[in-house]
């Protein structure tokens, strides 16, 4: 039977030897370049344009912003500690934003509400929902323009809408520097002339992109 000497056995080529190292250095390579573009804080971090504020951020003195109030909450009483309307009918609650001592936004009526809240949006959507929409922010935002200043402050003005005659339910005021981008809640007292429980505010830079945007209002 005949063997098959070392001589006549297949060799492998010896340009597949070279090649190996360098094979492996492109692999290296390939993956630091997908850990750095995923950064340091991993895919729970959001990639945002160089304008974006942080959530949580100080407003930045001269800088304009969005600003609506997302939620506003009264006390079951009215200021005369009477029922809000006539019967169980609760309060329609309607606000606007003063700011500089001019109205700057009027928000839409929510009927028989103790707690009222507004999206911010002017369009029928989710602010999830605005991914891939060809919208600019001026477009889909509906809330006050301001800009901030540490010694200024913006006023929200609370009514109850009726068809006669709008009844008063209070003011508050909220400097900048307490405010932050995102989310801001304040509690209040039920005093006099306020029966204003709770606000939410929310504060969004204008000069971010509506991917920003929709990321901060998570």
């Known amino acids: ?25 492109l692999a290296s390579a390939g993956l630091y370049w997908f850990l750095s573009e995923r950064g340091e804080g991993g895919e729970s971090e959001p990639k945002v344009d160089g304008s974006a504020q942080s959530l949580g951020a100080r407003l930045v003195t001269g800088k304009t912003y969005y ?9 079951p009483k009215n200021l005369e500690n009477e029922n809000w309307d006539l019967g169980d009918g609760g309060p329609d609650i309607r ?40 919208f600019s922010p001026d477009e889909v935002i ?8 540490d010694d200024q402050y913006v006023a929200i003005e609370v009514v109850d809408n009726d068809v006669a005659d709008n009844d008063e339910v209070g003011s508050v005021e909220i400097l900048f520097k307490d405010l932050r981008v995102g989310t801001n809640e304040f509690k209040y007292e039920k005093t006099s002339d306020s029966a204003i429980r709770r606000v939410v505010v929310r504060v969004l830079p204008v000069d971010s992109s509506l991917q920003d945007l929709v990321n901060l209002m998570k």
């Open 95 to 134: 606000y606007r934003v003063l700011w500089q001592g001019n109205e700057v936004f009027k928000s839409k009526v929510k009927d028989d509400s103790l707690i009222a809240d507004w999206s911010g949006l002017g369009v029928e959507l989710e602010w999830s929902d605005l991914l891939g929409k060809k």
């Open 1 to 25: 039977m005949t063997s098959m000497s070392d001589f006549d056995a297949p060799k492998k080529t010896a340009w597949f030897g070279a090649l190996v190292p360098v094979l492996l250095v």
């Open 67 to 75: 600003l609506f109030a997302s939620l506003i909450e009264l006390y």
């Open 142 to 149: 509906k809330g006050a323009r301001v800009r901030s200043a």
